[in-house]
Nanobody
């Protein structure tokens, strides 16, 4: 099992910045990808950014140039630096990990409880 705990959410004015952190713990063989998703009220959860174990990154178009994802493989941490925040970035942000419990296990999805990000106009 993998436990994920997010931190760093809060209230910020438009144009401001926040940095989210996610720590993974538990018994697992490897984490293949860690990422961030968000869900605004009344909307579906959407992918924001992800980073693979090898360091490749992927972003949804609406955050490119404003958000940066980074990770520390040794400490099983992932960060999301969010700059130039907009009111439409307001959502609950969830950390997600794709991990294997053993070398021959399939990749499984794990989710954190989420952290609220609110951007005021």
């Amino acid at each position: 099992q993998v436990q994920l705990v997010e931190s760093g959410g809060g209230l910020v004015q438009a144009g401001g910045s926040l940095r989210l952190s996610c720590a993974a713990s538990g018994n697992f063989f490897s984490i293949e990808v860690m990422g961030w998703y968000r869900q605004a009220p009344g909307k579906a959860r959407e992918h924001v950014a992800s980073i693979s174990r090898t360091g490749s990154t992927d972003y949804t178009d609406s955050v490119k140039g404003r958000f940066t994802i980074s990770g520390d493989n040794a400490k099983n941490l992932v960060y999301l630096q969010m700059n130039s925040l907009k009111p439409e970035d307001t959502a609950v942000y969830f950390c997600e990990a794709n991990a294997r419990r053993s070398p021959d296990d399939r990749v499984r999805d794990y989710w954190g409880p989420g952290t609220q990000v609110t951007v005021s106009s």
